[in-house]
């Protein structure tokens, strides 16, 4: 296995490896190596606020404006550093001259579970390493920040690309805050953010805590202020200590497993293949019922959907549902969808198939995002 706890009295070393050779879940960061992409299957969207370009990296906008490229795994098709298959890239589509109140970034947001044994916000804070390779077709300084869900301390960390369309490792070492409220549940822990453009106002001194909300290095390069410029991301860890490790690089399976926690999309993978089961309560509406493999952060807050239908039995006809949205049953565990159809699916109490209607790509998902 890749990570878990083996034996409580079993020594670890720097690098998180226990003296049986087994790690520990060293890396904070969840599907660092950009592997796992429920959402998009690879494919091209739009850079806006909230959009996840792979699971666990989302865009951020501090303020409404719309998005300024687009965000896709492997995009641009170029070669990954060695060690690696998969990457985040985003695409600039304008020369956009940030407000100085703007701050356009990817970001992760990790859960206070995973952090809580940094004891941030006491005296007893904990150092910690942020490493990652970078690659863009701009040169000069870049950064981010590092900062809490409440928006009182901020890390604004500076990093430099010196070869454009070169992978580049980056690490920077950070000493744990000491003062402000850090998560320590199954809410926001802390917030880990990679700058694309970031206005004057929203910059600052890199390299130390702040309570101003700086989400960038003074004089930090722009990625949106030219039009088609590149900016890629992998490998990105975050771990105890003050030196960067080789990284974490888990099993698939446990890699979905973990992202499945925030989001979970039920696929039907065949033109007709079944998702879920459901109970009509009229002819034309019903809930459906999907079991999760693993418990998610919370009960989902949000649903999305395409190309599914409710069917009676195998020579009955697929009647595509024409809306949905969750129903208040929903658990952790498992998610409930109220829909209704075009036309008569059976008859009140009966209990129908939800299958593709003709759609291998048809699919349920349930959000429980940070």
Not at 182 to 190: E, F, K, L, Q, Y
Request: charge should be neutral.
């Amino acid at each position: 296995m890749a990570y878990g706890v083996v034996n409580a009295d079993l020594m670890t070393t720097s690098d998180g490896v226990s003296s049986s050779g087994l790690y520990g879940f060293k890396n904070r960061i969840i599907n660092g190596a950009m592997v796992i992409d429920q959402r998009n299957a690879g494919a091209s969207i739009s850079a806006a606020d909230s959009a996840y370009g792979v699971d666990r990296f989302a865009m951020y906008y501090q303020t409404g404006i719309a998005s300024k490229g687009t965000i896709q795994q492997n995009a641009g098709s170029v070669t990954p550093p060695v060690g690696f298959a998969n990457y985040l890239g985003f695409t600039s589509n304008s020369a956009y001259s940030v407000a100085s109140g703007d701050a356009i970034l990817i970001n992760q947001r990790i859960e206070g579970y995973n952090i809580a044994d940094l004891n941030w916000g006491t005296a007893n804070a904990k150092t910690v390493t942020l490493s990652f390779w970078a690659y863009s077709s701009l040169t000069g300084t870049f950064g981010g920040t590092l900062r809490n869900a409440a928006g009182t301390q901020y890390y604004p960390y500076s990093y430099t690309i010196s070869s454009a369309n070169t992978w580049e490792q980056k690490t920077i070492t950070i000493a744990g805050s000491t003062t402000g409220t850090w998560g320590s549940t199954n809410g926001i822990g802390v917030y880990v953010m990679f700058g694309l453009g970031v206005g004057s106002s929203l910059q600052g001194t890199a390299n130390t805590w702040s309570s101003s909300a700086y989400y960038s290095p003074t004089g930090a390069t722009s990625v949106v202020g030219t039009n088609g410029a590149t900016f890629y991301i992998t490998g990105v860890q975050l771990e105890k200590g003050s030196t960067a490790t080789s990284f974490d690089y888990r099993p698939y399976g446990t890699e979905l497993a973990l992202c499945q926690r925030y989001y979970y999309k039920t696929i039907a993978d065949s033109a007709y293949g079944h998702v879920g089961m459901a109970i009509l309560s009229s002819s034309t509406s019903g809930t459906a019922t999907f079991p999760f493999p693993v418990s998610m952060r919370v009960v989902a807050s949000s649903l999305d959907w395409s190309g599914v239908a409710t069917c009676q039995y195998a020579s009955a006809p697929a009647i595509s549902w024409t809306s949905a949205s969750l129903s208040g049953q929903g658990t952790k565990n498992m998610g409930n969808a109220s829909f209704s159809t075009g036309s008569s699916a059976g008859g009140t109490g009966l209990s129908v198939q939800i299958i593709a209607n003709n759609n291998s790509a048809a699919y349920v998902g349930f959000n429980a995002e940070l």
